[in-house]
């Protein structure tokens, strides 16, 4: 695995963040409820595995380039509390 960068999220996406990762990102980024009490964003940490990025959101939402080239969406089951 190789480490990348982090940013905030609702903030476009640093150059390290492959195009390819952007549309689904930002759509996370808009579908993120608004914090009425002045609470920070979550961020984004982009890391890479066999090659392929990883944007993980601090809130466990993934969203990754499987091998054979799609963007996918996920949430990490580890992050699940049930």
Known sequence: MRLGTR???GEAPPAAVPEILH?????V????????LGQPRPH????????RP???LDTG??????ASGDV???????????
């Open 7 to 9: 940013w905030m999220s």
């Open 23 to 27: 549309a689904q990102i930002s759509a």
């Open 29 to 36: 980024d808009r579908a993120l409820p608004g914090d009425d």
């Open 44 to 51: 984004w940490t982009l890391t890479f595995l066999e090659g």
């Open 54 to 56: 990883i944007a993980e």
């Open 61 to 66: 939402v993934i969203v990754e380039a499987t």
């Open 72 to 82: 996918v969406v996920r949430h990490d089951e580890e992050d699940d509390f049930g």
